[in-house]
């Protein structure tokens, strides 16, 4: 008999953010980006916000109110922890300094 699981995180689509364009949710689909949780990761550096800004087509204000409209449905706590740096980078893909260090790379 199977257990049932809590449902994964990660599979908020873009479109419940109400703000994109369907134009703007291709794009990003177009580059894995297809869920509010993968929109914020890719925002959780400078790096990535501009380039988002730039892929979008948005100022700087927009991109704020477009990641506190994702805070606001994903609330605070899971905002913070899709968007708050951690070891590897912000979406855990990349290797530290220490890393490569302790690997030889």
Do not use: C, H, Y
């Not at 199977?2 to 873009?14: D, I, M, R, Y």
Request: aromatic residues 2%; proline residues 5%; without cysteine.
């Amino acid at each position: 008999m199977g257990v049932a699981k809590e449902p994964e995180t990660g599979t908020s689509p873009l479109a419940v953010l109400g703000i994109l364009s369907l134009n703007q949710v291709e794009t990003l689909g177009k580059r894995w980006i297809g869920t509010v949780e993968a929109l914020v990761g890719a925002a959780a550096s400078d790096t990535g916000r501009k380039g988002l800004m730039a892929l979008l087509e948005m100022t700087e204000d927009q991109m704020v109110a477009l990641l506190q409209r994702a805070s606001e449905m994903l609330g605070p706590q899971r905002f913070q922890e899709i968007i708050s740096g951690r070891p590897g980078g912000p979406t855990g893909a990349l290797l530290t300094d220490q890393q490569k260090k302790d690997f030889g790379i």
